[in-house]
């Protein structure tokens, strides 16, 4: 992990809380609150956890006892008034490493003139929920994209297993040119290539007979969307996928004559085996007429001042109708196939508040007046003051972590096509 040089005038960035985002007091006001929808981790509560190893440099490197294959389909042992044969079994290691990333989160600054004469008040603990869920998101997002790059096989709906190239970034993990390759074979699926339970079923026949996966352990974690993990393998989806599957073919053929499956949706555990997580960010993937792949922002604000909705926070279209994006990524979950590194607590002669703060890279959110503030002299120079009045806040948190992954192929993500269905044959085009 390299440290930057600290820059004020860079990492700073100045900008002010935008007092046009607020309502004034010499109106009569009722506070509205919006009410999103709750961003739960989902990544994070599959990971397995391992503390870093402090002082022993910029790697950890994890040794892990591979057991020998099995070489045989039938066992002919020789007689007993001969020699016996002998098996030589030996086990091997293998390694993993990984090393620690971080990342700082702000708000604007805020002033003190628009908490004194503008309708502000109580919106400093709104500001820090936002970020604590923002970063909640980013680690998930990062756990993510490190689990991705580093699969050896990728499930391509209609298709089959594809071995795939593994690595970090987009040139090392799986490019974008890759990923089109693999976008153009699916698109040539006809009918099909849709995360329906027959993809599902041999994904996970694939997933077990081929690759060699394993389910978790019976731990019972985590609860949620459907039964526990105990013997299973988890199968992370968006809502859209789940809800399709109230039209799967197979559903509608093998259901209990109990269930309703035009006014209920599908409960229960795939085949007993698969529990299912819903992911509220999902990959969704746009493409160009050579099917070049693009991934849009999930959600974008309203900036038109003179729209009824300006400033509202809503799900950005060209990421969420699947005739902008009209493909998806889902994961199949086996059991201890990553663990969540956890860096515990910065260097201890940085975690001692010398200057009123200490070091701290938990993701904790806090208040601070320690920044720079630009001001103007008489002959229009940019100068800073080091906020010594006391007349600005921040708020600010720095995020550290990492992932190693011990059984990259516990993992499958699964390329499919997005739909969406009506629950019944009645028409509903008026």
Not at 202 to 214: K, N, R, V, W, Y
């Amino acid at each position: 992990m390299q440290i930057p040089a600290i820059d004020q005038n860079v990492c700073g960035d100045w900008s002010q809380d935008d007092r046009s985002a607020y309502a004034q007091l010499p109106y009569f006001l009722e506070l509205g609150k919006t009410m999103f929808r709750q961003r739960w981790a989902v990544w994070g509560k599959l990971l397995g956890s391992r503390d870093w190893q402090k002082n022993q440099g910029e790697t950890m490197k994890v040794v892990m006892i591979e057991p020998s294959p099995v070489i045989r389909q039938f066992a002919n042992p020789n007689l007993l008034a001969e020699n016996p044969l002998v098996d030589v079994i030996n086990v091997a290691e293998r390694t993993a490493t990984a090393q620690l990333h971080w990342q700082d989160f702000m708000s604007p600054v805020f002033g003190w003139l628009p908490s004194f004469e503008s309708f502000l008040k109580g919106h400093i603990t709104p500001a820090m929920d936002n970020i604590n869920k923002q970063i909640t998101v980013f680690e998930e997002m990062f756990f993510r994209r490190y689990i991705l790059d580093w699969s050896p096989y990728v499930y391509v709906a209609g298709v089959g297993i594809v071995d795939a190239p593994q690595g970090t970034g987009d040139d090392n993990g799986k490019p974008d040119a890759w990923i089109q390759a693999q976008l153009t074979s699916l698109a040539g699926v006809a009918n099909g290539g849709y995360l329906s339970f027959k993809e599902i079923y041999q994904a996970l026949s694939a997933f077990e007979e081929d690759i060699g996966a394993t389910p978790y352990d019976g731990t019972g974690t985590p609860g949620g969307d459907s039964s526990p993990l105990n013997e299973k393998y988890c199968l992370i989806q968006s809502n859209e996928s789940w809800n399709a599957l109230i039209d799967d073919p197979w559903l509608k053929e093998n259901r209990p004559l109990n269930m309703n499956i035009v006014n209920g949706a599908y409960k229960g555990d795939y085949f007993g085996k698969i529990m299912s997580r819903i992911e509220r960010y999902p990959i969704n993937i746009a493409v160009d007429n050579n099917f070049a792949p693009t991934y849009n922002v999930p959600e974008t604000k309203e900036t038109n001042p003179d729209n009824a909705l300006y400033n509202r926070t809503y799900p950005n279209p060209t990421y969420s109708k699947p005739v902008n994006s009209p493909f998806q990524m889902s994961f199949l979950v086996g059991g201890m196939a990553y663990d969540r590194l956890n860096p515990g607590t910065p260097p201890p002669d940085f975690t001692k508040p010398l200057d009123g703060r200490d070091m701290d890279w938990s993701g904790k959110t806090y208040l601070t007046k320690n920044f720079l503030v630009p001001c103007n002299t008489t002959g229009n120079e940019t100068h800073y003051d080091t906020n010594s009045f006391g007349r600005y806040l921040r708020l600010q948190a720095s995020w550290a972590g990492g992932i190693i992954g011990t059984n990259t192929f516990n993992v499958l993500p699964i390329l499919h096509k997005r739909k969406r269905v009506l629950t019944t044959v009645i028409d509903q085009s008026n």
